[in-house]
T-cell receptor
């Protein structure tokens, strides 16, 4: 097992374009989380899945953000009509069960120009 | 509202100078407290899980402790390679997400 994998590692996009990120969790993990992190801040929760069900989505999350986890395996995070304020590191994590440690991927660095 | 606060925001130590990082939490019901290390440009790396007040975990120069209101990460005789941001996070009742503090940036000079 190679851990949580995220793709791409870096993405530069023009304002107004749509972007999609992929996360492959640790194979036996049933929970998958998405976080956003800006410089000097801790990770900010976006959403999480248990298997294929999206159980919680941050109230702060714009309708431009959507996430899926088909068949409870990999997950995608899409941002529509990107804005400069979306520039951040997007982190994916997975865990086995509730209230256990989550393991993070290396993140996708998004820059909106 | 559930909240996690870390202090100090930044800490500079000389190699070999032991110190502690603090994570205080105000939550509805603690179901686990987690410490992570994060190097620049990388994802957080898991260090420790603590579930009950009085619990302690150790790994090399790091020792994590937990009380009913806070957790400490003690660093004994740090080395320059311990330089990183240390993040604290909690799982709470009625919630599935990890709630993070803002982190403590540790710099250890030779």
């Amino acid at each position: 097992d190679t851990g949580v994998s995220q793709d791409p590692r870096h993405k530069i996009t023009k304002r107004g374009q749509n972007v999609t990120f992929r996360c492959d969790p640790i194979s036996e993990h049933n929970r998958l989380y998405w976080y956003r992190q800006t410089l000097g801040q801790g990770p900010e929760f976006l959403t999480y899945f248990q298997n294929e069900a999206q159980l919680e989505k941050s109230r702060l999350l714009s309708d431009r953000f959507s996430a899926e986890r088909p068949k409870g395996s990999f997950s995608t995070l899409e941002i529509q009509r990107t804005e400069q304020g979306d520039s951040a590191m997007y982190l994916c994590a997975s865990s086995l069960g509730s209230y256990t440690e989550a393991f993070f991927g290396q993140g996708t660095r998004l820059t909106v120009v | 509202e559930d909240q996690v606060t870390q202090s100090p925001e930044a800490l500079r130590l000389q190699e070999g100078e032991s110190s502690s990082l603090n994570c205080s939490y105000t939550v509805s019901g603690l179901r686990g407290l987690f410490w992570y290390r994060q190097d620049p440009g990388k994802g957080p790396e898991f260090l420790f899980t603590l579930y009950s007040a009085g619990e302690e975990k150790e790994k090399e120069r790091l020792k994590a402790t937990l009380t009913k209101k806070e957790s400490f990460l003690h660093i004994t005789a740090p080395k320059p390679e311990d330089s990183a941001t240390y993040l604290c996070a909690v799982h709470v009742d009625q919630g599935g997400k990890l709630i993070f503090g803002q982190g403590t940036e540790l710099s250890v000079k030779p």
